[in-house]
């Protein structure tokens, strides 16, 4: 039993192995993602830079997968955007933004570090609605310790023998590239949200494309035009509906992606209840708020999720119960998720002074 629990094991971190980066010509790679996409906007699409209520908007994500069968796969990211040239709730602007994302897979640590700058034009068509379209830029660098890679040349037979040579040649452990995306989002956005006027409907839906000059990302220096990094396009829509007279609200999201082959869908809703109301006037009582959710992300996991804001701060944790055929291997251990937002200013006493600002994944 055991030795069949070590193959179903070794089986499953190839696969994850092949489907994260190209090793050969015929492999393709696919980009770290996080089941809290509405906490991390820069890394869905360009056009949100800017879009939210507030002046300044920080976001930090974490995740942490597969600990329980293997070595963990890390994903760190940071993102800081802002909104200038706004003279007014009604007017125009550009929102600019900077995203950091590091990603650590297995045991041979197989890396991607990225560093993108974003800029955002918004354009108010209508008292309710704008579109914004944004472009991106940056480098990636991806790399990997090939020493701790083991081979199909080096199995003889029975069993894995690490004296067998590779027959890998002509490879580099790091490979750095520039990388670009461009999107456009619209957005509308009606009413007010507080205790007893909660009549605020919001809804946005986007379209993005990353890696548009698709870089080539392979490891061996002699690789070709096929070696290149997919091309991926998101889609992705929500709405925010509260509920007149009451303190709750309904979130619901989806996020399509494509990467060449591979698909990556999530769907679900959160509910939204406001704890503590702004004081209007004295501003010593700077409201609070609580979420509860659940996603599902197609053929592979239940993801719930909480979420408690507090005046400009907010902090959303996340786990990801694996239901696809790997449970058994991973009996429903996926990944925990944390994710930590920063606006400024108070984003509760925003909505209420300025209620036709946009209200995007924030």
């Not at 040579?165 to 461009?182: I, L, R, W």
Request: hydrophobic letters at 35%; proline letters at 4%.
């Amino acid at each position: 039993m055991k030795k069949i629990s070590f193959k179903i094991k070794l089986l499953f971190i190839c696969i994850m192995f092949i489907s994260l980066m190209q090793i050969t010509s015929e492999t393709k790679a696919q980009d770290a993602h996080f089941s809290q996409f509405y906490y991390s906007p820069l890394t869905l699409n360009p056009a949100l830079s800017g879009g939210f209520d507030g002046g300044i908007r920080a976001l930090a994500n974490y995740r942490d997968q597969w600990r329980s069968i293997s070595t963990p796969y890390k994903t760190f990211a940071f993102s800081y955007d802002m909104s200038v040239l706004r003279k007014g709730p009604l007017s125009n602007f550009l929102g600019v933004g900077l995203s950091v994302v590091s990603d650590k897979a297995g045991d041979t640590q197989l890396g991607l570090n990225q560093v993108n700058l974003s800029l955002a034009y918004h354009v108010r068509l209508s008292t309710y609605n704008m579109i914004a379209a944004g472009i991106q830029g940056g480098f990636g660098q991806q790399s990997m310790d090939f020493n701790k890679i083991k081979w199909g040349s080096q199995y003889n037979g029975t069993e894995y023998d690490p004296d067998l040579p590779s027959n890998e040649t002509s490879y580099v452990n790091s490979k750095s590239y520039p990388d670009f995306a461009a999107g456009l989002q619209w957005t509308f956005s009606k009413g007010e949200i507080y205790s007893t006027a909660n009549n605020q409907l919001n809804f946005n839906a986007g379209v993005s494309f990353y890696h548009v000059s698709q870089p080539n990302t392979s490891f061996y220096t002699t690789s070709i035009d096929n070696d290149k990094l997919p091309f991926k396009m998101v889609f992705h829509a929500s709405s925010l509906i509260g509920f007149r007279n009451a303190k709750t609200s309904i979130i619901p999201s989806f996020v399509y992606m494509q990467q060449g082959p591979l698909k990556n869908i999530l769907a679900g809703a959160t509910f939204r209840y406001q704890l503590v109301d702004p004081s209007k006037y004295t501003g010593n009582i700077k409201g609070a708020a609580v979420s509860l959710g659940c996603h599902y992300r197609i053929g592979d996991a239940v993801i719930p999720n909480f979420q408690l804001e507090v005046a400009q701060y907010a902090v959303g944790v996340s786990y990801d119960v694996n239901i696809s055929g790997l449970t058994a291997v991973t009996s429903g251990k996926g990944g925990l998720e944390v994710s930590l937002r920063f606006i400024n200013p108070n984003p509760f006493t925003g909505r209420q002074i300025s209620t036709k600002t946009p209200r995007l994944f924030n």
